[in-house]
């Protein structure tokens, strides 16, 4: 099978993104070589690159040399997205240009945006998110604006852009300093499950808020608001697992053989008879405690409805007794009246099965994220002490 040479573009966030644009233009007509991104501060990238092997690489500082040797990647991929490695080493996530185009016209159908209207881009353009802000703006034949989430707040103003994808985190920061969003008619908003009381405080603040579910493997957010985008199709496996189908699949992990098929990803979830889908957290952060098994996403859902926390995660840490035990991560609303285990779990009685309930909470003064808009999870896991626990 003819091979397709393969540049590494190296960036250091959202404000490099005008770099990508003509490589990714070139990568999705078929006039260049296959995109490869990569954030220029990962501590990998030095193996990162030695397992991609690409022919060219353009630093972070805009100078091009040539690489030996060239691996080159299938003559089909227009970009490789390396995924982040929340849930361990990272992965190579294979491309086509019609699998982007797709999903970008898709998700500029569902929004009802018109060409010539700009985005923000405010992402990392080294994951899936921050690229498809490229796509799309390279679809609606619109040049992006390039900066940070701060400038949200201006665009009633100056009217510079009409759509934005965030993270929550990026979101919860405008809603604490005021932004206004009267300019802007559609905020994105993915990368991880948002707290009720998150979206709840955007609506009551006119943010027009869509919220998307994706991965690097689905080219970004493949269902918005619950119901997949055109074309793809979600199910459940007999496992409980979601279940992806369409045109916005990618083609292959780097090194692995061609995909085939739907796409089972780790995630748990329902879809109810009238397509609307529900995530219910990842299946490979099940905590197995005292022989029963819990969904931490369920768990941060009832405790994200307490008063007394702004925002939470749920992890699975060692304990020699029960095996693994609920730990809940919690940012307090009241720095100077945090919640207390005690109260957490009177709040979540009635709501999910006691053996869910949280038995240590860790108070913080902010969720530590990973570049892509994902908590950082394995750190979780390993870091701080409890601020109290209890026993079943």
């Not at 294979?94 to 569902?110: I, K, Y």
Request: a negative charge.
């Amino acid at each position: 099978m003819a091979k397709r040479s393969l540049h590494a573009v190296l960036v250091n966030g959202p404000g490099d993104a005008a770099r990508l644009l003509e490589p990714l233009r070139a990568a999705l007509d078929g006039t260049g070589p296959c995109l490869l991104p990569l954030d220029s501060r990962d501590p990998r990238l030095n193996a990162l690159l030695d397992t991609y092997g690409p022919g060219q690489m353009t630093d972070a500082e805009g100078v091009t040399t040539t690489r030996f040797p060239e691996k080159g990647t299938d003559e089909t991929t227009a970009v490789i997205v390396s995924t982040s490695g929340t849930t361990g080493d990272p992965k190579g996530v294979e491309l086509t240009a019609a699998a982007l185009l797709h999903s970008a016209r898709a998700s500029l159908a569902r929004i009802g945006a018109r060409p010539g209207e700009r985005w923000l881009c405010c992402l990392p353009v080294n994951h899936v998110a921050g690229l498809q802000v490229l796509v799309r703006s390279i679809l609606g034949d619109a040049e992006p604006v390039i900066g940070e989430a701060s400038v949200v707040g201006r665009a009633t103003v100056e009217g510079e852009f009409t759509h934005v994808s965030l993270v929550p985190t990026q979101l919860r920061r405008l809603l604490d300093g005021g932004a206004d969003f009267g300019g802007v008619r559609t905020i994105l908003l993915g990368g991880a499950a948002a707290p009720a009381s998150l979206l709840e405080a955007a609506r009551q603040a006119g943010a027009p808020v869509v919220t998307t579910y994706g991965m690097s493997e689905t080219c970004g957010g493949c269902v918005y608001d619950g119901y997949p985008l055109d074309g793809v199709t979600v199910t459940e496996s007999a496992q409980g697992r979601l279940v992806i189908d369409g045109p916005v699949l990618f083609s292959s992990y780097t090194g692995q053989p061609p995909r085939t098929g739907p796409f089972i990803t780790n995630d748990l979830g329902n879809v109810n008879k009238m397509g609307f889908v529900q995530v219910r957290g990842r299946a490979d952060d099940v905590i197995n405690t005292g022989g029963y098994k819990v969904v931490p996403g369920e768990v941060a859902r009832a405790l994200e409805t307490c008063p007394a926390v702004q925002d939470v995660v749920v992890v699975g840490r060692p304990d020699p007794e029960w095996g693994e035990r609920v730990t809940a991560i919690v940012v307090p609303a009241d720095p100077g009246d945090p919640p207390d285990v005690k109260l957490l779990r009177t709040h979540v009685n009635g709501m999910i099965p006691r053996y869910a309930w949280p038995s240590e909470v860790v108070l913080v003064d902010a969720i530590p994220m990973l570049p892509s808009g994902k908590p950082d999870l394995a750190r979780l896991r390993r870091e701080h002490s409890p601020a109290k626990s209890v026993t079943y």
